[in-house]
């Protein structure tokens, strides 16, 4: 199957940065989204950013403040995060779907990271 790692959360005061990596990895053909959700405790997982084919689409609450960028080469993909807040603490997830070789064939994977803590302090 194919396997994402995530990297790059942590503490930070408020107005600080981070950037988050997602690095996937596994017999990959292709990659068509890839993606970072989060969840806030007592909250249901929501869609941050997402990019696909070129185009990028972000939650309201973060636009500009986050850019999510992709390199295809290393079948990773990044957010920057900026301007951060208190309601930005979540566990971050990327996500990717894509194909995958299965033995002699193809088969179309979607899977997830383990998750990254992003705590802000207020």
């Known amino acids: 199957q194919v396997q994402l790692v995530e990297s790059g959360g942590g503490l930070v005061q408020a107005g600080g940065s981070l950037r988050l990596s997602c690095a996937a990895s596994?017999?990959?053909?292709?990659?068509?989204?890839m993606g970072w959700y989060r969840q806030a405790p007592g909250k249901q997982r929501e869609l941050v950013a997402i990019?696909?084919?070129?185009?990028?689409t972000y939650a309201d609450s973060v636009k500009g403040r986050f850019t999510i960028s992709r390199d295809n080469a290393k079948n990773t993909v990044y957010l920057q995060m900026n301007s951060l807040k208190h309601e930005d603490t979540a566990v971050y997830s990327c996500?990717?779907?894509?194909?995958?070789?299965?033995?002699?064939?193809?088969?179309?994977?979607?899977?997830w990271g383990q998750g990254t803590q992003v705590t802000v302090s207020s």
């Open positions: 996500n990717a779907d894509g194909t995958y070789y299965k033995g002699s064939y193809y088969s179309l994977f979607n899977s």
């Open positions: 990019t696909s084919a070129g185009s990028t």
């Open positions: 596994g017999s990959i053909f292709s990659i068509n989204a």
